[in-house]
């Protein structure tokens, strides 16, 4: 898919919450040894979700781009704190901005991606000056379940604008999807179901796969011609294995690669890692992100990055550092934070 | 205008009434006050009382106690000042024998705070300052003291042992007190061991939750010539209202109503702060005891804590404070106290005040605060000439 | 306690801090005022106040009202904006002990309490250490 006009990136600003479980406690309390592939995930606070975390990293991404208007606030999560009633007019409100379209998507850990695809349709067709893509989740594992090791809470949200003043362009981008049931959720259900290792190599790996290859040939570029790469990261593992099978390098994955620190924030996933991504990328760089979501599917996207963004990068809060500040709490305190002690 | 004088006063313990209701208490404080004058049927009913709505589901105070006692056809209503609710109360009945619209007034103060769980009471007592964003923010009363609290000890330095010096001296003196909710002297090793409910506030650091009321005959001069014996008069009653929240204030610690109210009151009843003879100040909380000595003039700003702890305002001190143990140790049913309060300074200068007697107690004073220092009254008591 | 209605009256106020300010001499007011304590000119606006302030003061709370003990115990703050005006919140990403007045906090909204878990989700104002 390519825009008609100029599209890119305004702003952009993560966030993700500052207390850590270490996988080790899960593993100890669930099998009295071991943890997870990541050594920590992000845990919300009590008091936080998926609402109040897109309002830091909307924020962020609006004082970055220093635009007054958005004629879009699109939120991509699996984890809204109301099923009916959308997180996107919180957040509008929230933004100040009313004379917006607002629409909460869903597509498991795609829906930020989603969002992103389309406010670059929007601002390409003219339709609006300016749009807010925010992908974002408290993802909750079922207690005991491997999953549990990764689910985290985080995310992060970037204005689209017109390509004249963006800090990254976007070249194109490609969507490619299939019904592949690997991970899903009942109505009145309160963990998601999931196939174990089918969620691997039919789910991810051949979904991100298809749509790079496709991708690749679409924009006319070998993974050399890209200076980064960023996958969605549901384990440390993934990304670099399905980023390696593409032939990219491990250069050019390093910037994007949280989840050992910060767990798998599902919808956020994708975008946090193009965010840590950007905060390192030079003018010129061109860089690919691709991201995958459960039912199934991938957004593979080209941007290039202009010299807009040394300055405009400043007006940010750099993901690492946000990563960095970090408070580590126990299986007890997170399984309060989390609601799971109440039913 | 008529001069206001106090016939009577009638008070329930305080404490937990389990088996008496909101209703049960103001009967009970208001026969007693009535059956001590005979001689006076109140044309007017009064009731000082703070949250009856949610302790209680019931409102119309007035009435309904009015009914009770069987005076139908008079003016009666609640008046509401949150924690000063029975000063309100009481300063209303006085204007309304000033103006010679009432002959005898019943004021009662009640407060039923133990039928409901701790939750609620701490959410009512909120309600005394703003919903829509101090109640919000999710603050508690005790919370706005614990801040004011922490700005004063920052402002001035004082040590916290000086600070426990109030809940010390209220208890010594209530535990000579028939009607007061405490029966035992402490220590400031217990009130610094006490658990924290706000930082710095701790336990007894604060009033307790409790049940009881307060009632008392107001009559006029032509009123007061049918009685026999010395008559307490009311020589001055003030209230005055401060910007509501303490942080809107240009200096939080700034209890101006508290100030306005006194200087009034005092200039009215043509008085110096050095002749009162006793006080009763509103110690919700250590802090609040401490800027309201320190408003009135009584203490330099940042001292009264070390002076109650020197022993200035024992019962056999400088100037007894809190004689039957404030509100602090007597209790703090929080729409009564302000009625408490005067029924205890009627007592003292009646002479009726047996092992809190302060000896020779003519005139003294009495400060009740609805919120921090937000509503505030003052009234001045003295033995009829 | 809080209700939906008045909660939705309220989102500007919670959310970007809007308060008022006086048309006449410049005066701005949170929680607002109708009528301008400076000069008393009933003429004001709505404003948006400055969303990051100094800690002038804190308490932890141990005890709180029934609908904030999810939450509890936490840290109650008494924030000066840097316009001067003054207002209550809970201070988050702190821990207590440690916690010094005269540092600079700036507005972050979170979860404040809940209509039960089928009612009403109430957001609102709370200030933090982090930029």
């Known amino acids: 898919m390519k825009p008609n006009s100029s599209v890119g990136i305004l702003g952009y600003g993560a966030y993700v919450p500052i207390f850590r479980l270490p996988t080790s406690e899960v593993g100890r309390v669930w099998r009295g040894e071991g943890a997870g592939p990541n050594k920590e995930k992000a845990v919300a606070h009590h008091d936080e979700d998926t609402f109040t975390m897109a309002c830091e990293m909307a924020r962020r991404a609006v004082r970055m781009a220093g635009v007054t208007k958005l004629g879009a606030v699109l939120v991509g999560t699996e984890s809204k704190p109301y099923v009916v009633k959308p997180t996107s007019t919180i957040l509008a409100q929230a933004l100040g901005q009313h004379f917006a379209l607002a629409a909460d998507l869903e597509f498991a850990c795609k829906a930020g991606t989603e969002a992103m695809q389309f406010n670059i349709a929007l601002v390409a067709s003219g339709m609006i000056q300016a749009g807010l893509a925010a992908g974002v989740d408290t993802a909750q594992g079922r207690p005991g379940d491997e999953l549990e090791y990764t689910a985290a809470s985080g995310g992060a949200a970037f204005v689209i604008g017109r390509g004249e003043e963006a800090l990254a362009l976007f070249e194109r981008s490609t969507s490619y999807v299939s019904d592949t049931g690997d991970f899903w959720r009942r109505p009145g259900e309160k963990f998601p179901s999931h196939l174990g290792r089918f969620t691997g190599e039919p789910a991810y790996f051949h979904h991100i796969e298809t749509c790079v290859r496709a991708h690749l040939e679409e924009v006319g570029h070998k993974p050399s011609d890209y200076r980064w790469a960023v996958f969605h990261q549901p384990n440390p593992r993934f990304p670099v294995e399905v980023g390696l099978k593409l032939g990219f390098k491990m250069e050019q994955m390093e910037p994007g690669l949280l989840n050992t620190m910060i767990g798998n924030t599902y919808a956020g996933s994708s975008l946090m890692g193009l965010a840590a991504t950007l905060d390192v990328a030079e003018p010129g760089d061109r860089i690919l992100m691709a991201s995958f979501g459960s039912g199934a599917g991938s957004d593979a996207f080209t941007l290039i990055v202009t010299d807009k963004i040394v300055e405009k990068r400043k007006l940010g809060v750099p993901v690492r550092d946000m990563i960095d500040r970090s408070v580590k709490v126990d299986y007890a305190v997170y399984s309060r934070f989390r609601g799971k002690l109440y039913e | 205008m008529s001069k206001v004088f106090i016939a009577s006063a009638g008070l329930t313990p305080v404490g937990e009434h389990w088996r008496k209701s909101l209703l049960d208490l103001m009967v009970e404080a208001s026969l007693s006050a009535m059956n001590q004058a005979p001689e006076l049927i109140p044309d007017r009913v009064i009731v000082g009382n703070m949250f009856s709505a949610v302790g209680s589901n019931q409102e119309q105070l007035g009435a309904y106690l009015a009914n009770q006692l069987n005076l139908i056809g008079v003016p009666a209503y609640k008046v509401e000042a949150a924690c000063g609710s029975g000063g309100a109360a009481i300063h209303n009945g006085y204007l309304a024998i000033r103006a010679g619209e009432s002959e005898a007034v019943l004021v009662c103060g009640v407060e039923k705070m133990k039928d409901i769980d701790v939750g609620k009471v701490t959410a009512a007592l909120a309600m005394a300052d703003s919903a829509e964003y101090t109640q919000f923010a999710g603050a508690t009363f005790v919370s706005l003291n614990a801040l004011t609290h922490a700005l004063y000890m920052k402002k001035y330095g004082v040590s916290k042992e000086d600070m426990a010096g109030f809940p010390v001296l209220g208890h010594r003196n209530a535990a000579l007190s028939k009607h007061a909710m405490f029966k035992k002297p402490i220590t400031v090793e217990d009130v610094l061991r006490s658990p924290i409910i706000s930082d710095p506030i701790r336990l007894m650091d604060s009033s307790p939750v409790c049940d009881g009321a307060a009632a008392l005959l107001l009559v006029s001069e032509e009123g007061a010539k049918r009685m026999d014996g010395p008559l307490v008069e009311i020589a001055a009653s003030e209230v005055a209202a401060n910007i509501f929240t303490f942080y809107e204030r240009p200096d939080p610690l700034d209890y101006l109503a508290t100030r306005a109210a006194s200087k009034r009151a005092l200039e009215k009843a043509g008085y110096k702060l050095s002749q009162m003879d006793f006080m009763e100040t509103h110690d919700a909380f250590s802090i609040t005891g401490a800027l309201a000595l320190e408003t009135l003039g009584v203490c330099k700003p940042g001292e009264a804590p070390h002076d109650v702890s020197a022993g200035r305002f024992n019962l056999d001190g400088e100037l007894p404070l809190n004689t039957f143990g404030g509100l602090k140790g007597r209790g703090h049913p929080v729409g009564a106290t302000g009625v408490y309060q005067v029924a205890e300074a009627y007592m003292q200068i009646a002479g009726r005040a047996e092992k809190n007697q302060v000896r020779g107690a003519k005139v003294g004073l009495t400060h009740n605060m609805g919120g921090v220092d937000t509503t505030t009254s003052v009234h001045i008591l003295r033995r009829e000439a | ?131």
């Open chain 3, 1 to 131: 306690m809080i209700n939906p209605v008045s909660y939705w009256r309220l989102k500007d106020r919670y959310f970007n801090l809007v308060g008022t300010k006086c048309k006449k001499c410049g005066a701005e007011w949170f929680p607002p005022m109708r009528v301008c304590r400076k000069c008393g000119s009933q003429e004001m606006l709505d404003h948006q106040m400055p969303h990051k302030g100094k800690l002038l003061a804190h308490t932890l709370m141990k005890e709180t009202s029934e609908e904030f003990k999810a939450s509890s115990p936490y840290v109650l703050g008494l924030v000066e904006l840097e316009n001067g005006q003054r207002l209550l919140a809970q201070i988050v990403d702190v821990d207590a002990t440690g916690l010094q007045d005269g540092i600079e906090v700036r507005l972050t909204l979170r979860k404040m309490a809940e209509d039960s878990k089928k009612g009403t989700i109430y957001y609102g104002f709370k200030f933090t250490p982090l930029p």
